[in-house]
């Protein structure tokens, strides 16, 4: 039986793990055996050298297997999760989970916080007055039955091991790895009990994965290996080189999604919905295909039940339900200020990144797990890829606690727009 060093040495060279191997490597971890100082060495070796096919499998289901592994199977019906690469101004999520859910598909999601530039549909989500993220595992599986959707955090007993791995590869250089993302993604999503999972793969200057190719290679491997763990899964490509919508920022976020849910909302986000959403209904067998389920999905905006059960999931996790007929009870920031177009021309693309950098320079993220997040920050565009612009037009609006905070912001913002002369 080798030993954790001797795994090292194995990867390091370019060899082959066995199954058991990676799950004594995973156990050890897990349970302290096994220090930080080894386990950044094997996911550098790791990150270098690959993972196989099947080392890609084994990793995730024993990462999966690291902690408590929930049984929905109570619950009636195929029970359908969602999960986004990571984008900004990503707020699918809370527009999908009641849109999904009106049409009788039961959503049980369990959601990270943000880090980084990227946004996290729990600090979304907590920017509505009383939302509780935290819940058992076994609350978590009574409000799906109950009210057919959850959007939880992760308990930390559930795949114990990611939450350990991503906080190495977090400061290891080790985050863009496929295999190492892949065991990251689906084992959470194993654990988290749902049946099928519909995965958003992001590519884009706001995206881990910059190119098409990049994405696609991401998103066969996730779906390769969710279904050799048992699971029915799809997977989408989707723009992230500009922020989708024009939201970016917590509860500035949770309006846009509301808006979503009025049968309103800018066109790339709805679009993004409706794909999304649709498919989430056939792996929740409520649809036979793509088309149909665009129609279930278009007549519960329309006749308000998509509403109807975004009030019920509020009210579920404790959340003031009154936000989503009247979204001005969510936070605002005190101060707010317009970035203006330098000169005649039209928006020719934008660093989705920098505008998430800016919007975390605002207030609306953090940059290390302990940082506040200001809830009311933010920005919202008003001009996306492709619009004219004429030298003075607000291009977007900023929303901040103090002018400090607008300057950082909006130096920030200024740089990830990009202009084409008129
Ligand atoms: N999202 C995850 O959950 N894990 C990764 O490794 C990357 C993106």
Known sequence: MRTPEELIELKRDGGKHSAEE????????????????????????????????????????????????????????????KHSTGGVGDKTTIALVPMVAACGVPVAKMSGRGLGHTGGTLDKLESIPGFRVEMSPEAFAVQVRDAGCAVVAQSADVDPADKLMYALRDVTGTVPSVPLI???????????????????????????????????????????????????????????????????????????????????????????????????????GRACDEDEGRIHLAEAVQDGRALAACRAWVAAQGGDERVVDDPSRLAVAARARELRAPGDGAIAGFDAEGVGRAAMALGAGRATAEDAIDHGAGIVLHAKRGDAVSAGDSVATMFAASERLLDAGEERLAAAVVYAQG
């Open 22 to 81: 990676l799950a004594r490597l995973v156990r050890a971890f897990v349970s302290g055996e096994m220090p930080d100082y080894q386990m950044s060495a094997w996911l550098m070796s790791a990150y270098i050298r690959g993972l196989d096919a099947e080392e890609t499998v084994w990793l995730t289901d024993a990462m999966a297997r690291s902690g408590r592994v929930l049984d929905l199977s109570a619950i009636p019906g195929v029970k359908v999760d």
């Open 182 to 284: 892949v065991g990251s993604i689906i084992s959470k999503k194993v654990a988290g009990g749902a049946d099928a999972i519909v995965l958003d793969v992001k590519a884009g200057s706001g995206a881990f994965m910059k190119t098409q190719a990049e994405a696609r290679h991401l998103a066969d491997e996730l779906v390769r290996v969710g279904e050799a763990l048992g699971k029915r899964v799809t997977a989408v490509l989707t723009d992230m080189d500009q922020p989708l919508g024009r939201a970016v920022g917590n509860a500035l976020e949770v309006r846009e999604a509301i808006e979503v849910l009025r049968g309103e909302g800018p066109p790339d986000l709805v679009e993004e919905c409706m794909l999304l959403g649709a498919k989430m209904l056939v792996l929740g």
